[in-house]
């Protein structure tokens, strides 16, 4: 549904340039919720605003549906106007002379299909119902609370029904608890419209919840793109791995015999690649055995518990394993001082060349 190839953008201020988008290609699928997840500055909002028309790309093409929108090589590039597309964006773009209603009416007013009186009515009190702002419809806008305004841009841009949704942090200015409500509501509309959405995030929480696949970015360049499982269970990188939830990272030196010299002493893992020779071996938290007493298996070493935090379903520790701290997560009891045997399993370990 979107198709995005070679992507290039260039921002140029003086004599400094930055690429902001660096060769990026991704395709969206017609039903798929797409996530583009990384910190501030690695250009998620850049792409956004190049698939969305608000920027001009320096090189590669851009597709929706099967329509060329943009293409640098060409110099051919379509006005957001003429894509056919919903945004929600970060600063809630409300305005401020109209009511609730009449916000969320606008596009159907407005924009390039007509709609009847009965069918805006329809469409508007629907979509204000969706992100619970049912009672609201007349309020003046001014008088919303912040969150509130932001469910008015998000209730707006799904009254038009739109095949393809942009979202760029659409949740970043909402609390705790309404962002779960809202995120939630959001995955269940694009999944009820079949719509396509891009979406723009910081928060990997908010990636794996709601997306089909993600593709993390880092400086204008895509890592990997793969679905949540995938990127957290097979990072491709250490970059990725460090991104996707917490993990113990060791220093190690593959040795000879597929044994690995590591901060904790030697560990067993199966070296796929012979190349590898300085290394990061990752282990997840939750992929750490606990037992009381020595089972004699390998990568098996004493530890002290440290600190641990009971977190209800689960408690997280911080332990002590050969000098060198190590996060836990088990749903047994631990308490600080406590002595046990943890086993970093083989096969839960993952390998990065480390320079
Ligand atoms: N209008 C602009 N002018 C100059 N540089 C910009 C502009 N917009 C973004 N940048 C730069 O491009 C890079 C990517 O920014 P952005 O796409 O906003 O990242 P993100 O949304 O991931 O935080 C950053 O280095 C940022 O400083
Ligand atoms: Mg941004």
């Given amino acids: 549904m979107i198709s995005v190839k070679n992507l290039l953008k260039i921002y140029k201020s003086g004599d400094d340039s930055v690429r902001a988008i660096d060769g990026v290609t991704i395709d969206v699928g017609e039903h798929e919720f797409f996530v583009l997840l990384g910190l501030s500055g690695s250009g998620k909002t850049t792409l956004l605003r190049c698939v969305a028309g608000l920027e001009r790309p320096d090189g590669g093409d851009i597709a929706i549906g099967n329509s060329l929108v943009s293409s640098a090589e060409r110099h051919f590039f379509l006005g957001p106007e003429e894509r056919g597309l919903g945004m929600v964006f970060q600063s809630y773009a409300v305005w401020p002379h109209m009511t609730v209603y009449q916000n969320v009416a606008f596009p159907l007013v407005n924009g390039p299909r007509k709609h009847s009186a009965t069918d805006v009515?329809?469409?508007?009190?629907?979509?204000?119902?969706?992100?619970?702002?049912?009672?609201?419809?007349?309020?003046?806008?001014?008088?919303?609370?912040?969150?509130?305004?932001?469910?008015?841009?998000?209730a707006r841009a799904l009254a038009v029904e739109p095949k393809v949704l942009l979202m760029d942090e659409p949740l970043s200015n909402l609390d705790a608890r309404l962002r779960e409500e809202v995120r939630d509501e959001i995955k269940n509309l694009s999944r009820k419209f079949g719509i396509a959405v891009l979406y723009v995030t910081h928060d990997q929480v908010e990636a794996m919840a709601l997306a089909d696949r993600v593709a993390v970015m880092s400086k204008g360049k895509v890592l990997q793109c793969a679905p949540p499982r995938h990127l957290y269970e097979v990072p491709s990188s250490r970059e990725v791995c460090e991104f996707l939830g917490s993990t113990n990272l060791l220093d190690g030196v593959v040795s000879n015999g597929g044994?690995?010299?590591?901060?904790?002493?030697?560990?067993?893992?199966?070296?796929?690649?012979?190349?590898?020779?300085?290394?990061?071996?990752?282990?997840?938290?939750?992929?750490?055995?606990?037992?009381?007493?020595?089972?004699?298996?390998?990568?098996?070493?004493?530890?002290?518990?440290?600190?641990?935090t009971f977190l209800g379903e689960l408690t997280v520790c911080d332990l002590l394993v050969n000098?060198?701290?190590?996060?836990?997560?088990?749903?047994?009891?631990?308490?600080?001082?406590?002595?046990?045997?943890?086993?970093?399993p083989a096969d839960k370990l993952k390998l990065f060349a480390r320079s």
């Fill in 323 to 344: 000098g060198k701290k190590l996060r836990f997560k088990t749903t047994q009891s631990a308490a600080p001082a406590q002595r046990f045997f943890v086993r970093l």
């Fill in 259 to 308: 044994k690995i010299e590591t901060e904790l002493g030697k560990i067993v893992c199966a070296v796929s690649d012979p190349k590898l020779k300085n290394v990061s071996v990752a282990i997840r938290p939750e992929e750490i055995q606990l037992s009381p007493s020595a089972t004699g298996l390998e990568n098996e070493f004493a530890a002290e518990v440290l600190s641990s």
């Fill in 121 to 154: 009515k329809k469409r508007v009190l629907n979509a204000l119902e969706l992100v619970q702002l049912g009672g609201l419809a007349d309020r003046p806008a001014p008088f919303l609370s912040g969150g509130q305004q932001q469910r008015v841009a998000l």
